[in-house]
């Protein structure tokens, strides 16, 4: 009976074998699995490399009005909205204590005025009496020398004749002071006239009134060294508008001025505007991020080409922006094209080391995809690349034209798959289900 079991074991391994041997033959065994992508031939394209940043709606021209004086608003002569002309009455603060410091002023003119009509009579007086004391001081210094008078005589003679000299020398300085005074006075006089006038604010430009920030009884600060003041409006060119945006340090190298941009405006939705590159900031300007890094970036002005949004203008307005200050838009300035480069889809280029090169420093990445080879393998193809746009990127080097690049699934690309590995190429349904595109 033991050996009845034998023999069937025996013929169980025997059949093993042989199924092993033919399966062997017949590449059912030992043959890889196949990695399902989707690829497609690199092809030549255009490509246009963008810089986006968002920012917001600013007219290009936009006037703060700051009064130069303190004091109530006692009159709004505009609206927010309103038009107005450069000259045009824009707003009154209370005028009464103003008036009141120039009729000071004017007063103390007056009779700092009076007062150097004074020192100019007294400097008279003082020079009249001194022209009749050097008359006599002459007469007596003759006497004096034909020994007719006293030397006492001679000396008060001529003592009086020093002291009207000195009387003339003060009476000369008194009416430079009053001189000084009335001078003074004029400028203070100058001043509170200027303040009063400065009560009514008129407008600096033409333009509409894009914000009220005031009204009628509240009070306002005047500018000065130590402070900007209240800022009671602003005076907008709403004909003229520009995109204010903020662009990363890594970016700015590549935008320069007059570089053309596509402009995105949150309400027109779906809807693509022309601008231009008007002025790029020099300095950065640093926020905080959310770290405690900072973050750098600069100023850059787009300006939205008229020609653009002609169509949304209003019947029976002329030249009028259909955009706000301060609305949201998405820019991307478009700062290099290629025309004609031989390009692949951005997923299907993958960064890896290169660890057959001995020379290759640590942390050293080098830029690869993978074509499918005629045997149906993934072959790793290392490239140089240049620009890119939202969905291609330019391959200067290491691809020729035709040849099947595997562009999905990124993450077989680009973790999983190795170079020999073979492949089967499917639609991108396939892969993703029915709604992959």
Same mark, same amino acid.
Request: glycine content about 6%.
């Given at each position: 009976?033991?050996?009845?079991?034998?023999?069937?074991?025996?013929?169980?391994?025997?059949?093993?074998?042989?199924?092993?041997?033919?399966?062997?033959?017949?590449?059912?065994?030992?043959?890889?699995?196949?990695?399902?992508?989707?690829?497609?031939?690199?092809?030549?394209?255009?490509?246009?490399?963008?810089?986006?940043?968002?920012?917001?709606?600013?007219?290009?021209?936009?006037?703060? @009005?700051?009064?130069?004086? *303190? +004091?109530?608003?006692?009159? &709004?002569? $505009?609206?927010? =909205?309103?038009? /107005?002309?450069?000259?045009?009455?824009?707003?009154?603060?209370?005028?009464?204590?103003?008036?009141?410091?120039?009729?000071?002023?004017?007063?103390?003119?007056?009779?700092?005025?009076?007062?150097?009509?004074?020192?100019?009579?007294?400097?008279?007086?003082?020079?009249?009496?001194?022209?009749?004391?050097?008359?006599?001081?002459?007469?007596?210094?003759?006497?004096?020398?034909?020994?007719?008078?006293?030397?006492?005589?001679?000396?008060?003679?001529?003592?009086?004749?020093?002291?009207?000299?000195?009387?003339?020398?003060?009476?000369?300085?008194?009416?430079?002071?009053?001189?000084?005074?009335?001078?003074?006075?004029?400028?203070?006089?100058?001043?509170?006239?200027?303040?009063?006038?400065?009560?009514? @604010?008129?407008?600096?430009? *033409? +333009?509409?009134?894009?914000? &009220?920030? $005031?009204?009628? =009884?509240?009070? /306002?600060?005047?500018?000065?060294?130590?402070?900007?003041?209240?800022?009671?409006?602003?005076?907008?060119?709403?004909?003229?508008?520009?995109?204010?945006?903020?662009?990363?340090?890594?970016?700015?190298?590549?935008?320069?001025?007059?570089?053309?941009?596509?402009?995105?405006?949150?309400?027109?939705?779906?809807?693509?505007?022309?601008?231009?590159?008007?002025?790029?900031?020099?300095?950065?300007?640093?926020?905080?991020?959310?770290?405690?890094?900072?973050?750098?970036?600069?100023?850059?002005?787009?300006?939205?080409?008229?020609?653009?949004?002609?169509?949304?203008?209003?019947?029976?307005?002329?030249?009028?922006?259909?955009?706000?200050?301060?609305?949201?838009?998405?820019?991307?300035?478009?700062?290099?094209?290629?025309?004609?480069?031989?390009?692949?889809?951005?997923?299907?280029? $993958?960064?890896?080391?290169?660890?057959?090169?001995?020379?290759?420093?640590?942390?050293?990445?080098?830029?690869?995809?993978?074509?499918?080879?005629?045997?149906?393998?993934?072959?790793?193809?290392?490239?140089?690349?240049?620009?890119?746009?939202?969905?291609?990127?330019?391959?200067?080097?290491?691809?020729?034209?035709?040849?099947?690049?595997?562009?999905?699934?990124?993450?077989?690309?680009?973790?999983?798959?190795?170079?020999?590995?073979?492949?089967?190429?499917?639609?991108?349904?396939?892969?993703?289900?029915?709604?992959?595109?």
């Amino acid at each position: 009976m033991k050996r009845k079991h034998i023999i069937i074991i025996s013929g169980f391994v025997v059949v093993a074998i042989i199924i092993l041997l033919i399966g062997k033959n017949q590449g059912w065994l030992g043959k890889t699995h196949e990695v399902k992508v989707a690829a497609e031939k690199a092809e030549k394209r255009d490509i246009t490399q963008m810089v986006s940043a968002n920012g917001k709606i600013q007219p290009e021209i936009e006037v703060k @009005i700051t009064p130069y004086i *303190s +004091g109530e608003v006692v009159e &709004l002569g $505009v609206k927010e =909205g309103n038009e /107005v002309d450069k000259g045009d009455f824009l707003a009154r603060i209370d005028p009464e204590i103003y008036r009141s410091n120039y009729k000071k002023a004017k007063a103390n003119l007056n009779t700092q005025k009076a007062n150097m009509a004074n020192a100019k009579a007294r400097l008279a007086q003082a020079e009249a009496r001194l022209e009749k004391i050097r008359s006599q001081y002459n007469r007596k210094k003759e006497l004096f020398e034909d020994d007719v008078i006293s030397q006492a005589e001679f000396d008060e003679i001529k003592s009086a004749y020093q002291e009207a000299r000195s009387e003339v020398s003060a009476a000369k300085e008194s009416l430079k002071a009053a001189e000084f005074n009335v001078e003074s006075a004029q400028a203070s006089l100058q001043e509170a006239e200027e303040n009063l006038n400065r009560t009514s @604010i008129y407008a600096p430009n *033409s +333009g509409t009134i894009s914000r &009220l920030n $005031v009204e009628v =009884g509240e009070r /306002v600060t005047g500018a000065s060294q130590f402070s900007a003041g209240t800022e009671i409006m602003r005076i907008a060119n709403l004909n003229r508008m520009e995109v204010n945006v903020e662009v990363n340090e890594n970016d700015i190298i590549r935008i320069e001025k007059k570089d053309t941009a596509l402009i995105e405006v949150d309400a027109y939705f779906k809807r693509n505007f022309k601008g231009v590159v008007t002025e790029i900031a020099t300095s950065a300007k640093e926020t905080q991020g959310v770290s405690t890094d900072q973050v750098t970036n600069f100023e850059v002005k787009v300006r939205i080409l008229p020609s653009s949004y002609k169509d949304l203008l209003k019947k029976g307005t002329v030249d009028k922006s259909p955009f706000r200050p301060g609305m949201s838009a998405s820019v991307n300035i478009q700062t290099e094209t290629v025309y004609g480069a031989l390009s692949v889809p951005l997923q299907a280029v $993958v960064a890896k080391a290169d660890t057959t090169d001995e020379d290759t420093r640590e942390g050293d990445l080098e830029e690869y995809l993978f074509i499918v080879s005629q045997d149906g393998d993934a072959e790793q193809q290392k490239v140089k690349t240049g620009i890119q746009d939202k969905e291609y990127i330019h391959i200067k080097e290491g691809l020729e034209k035709e040849r099947k690049v595997i562009t999905a699934p990124y993450r077989t690309i680009n973790q999983d798959l190795e170079d020999g590995d073979p492949v089967k190429v499917v639609e991108k349904n396939q892969l993703f289900g029915a709604e992959a595109d």
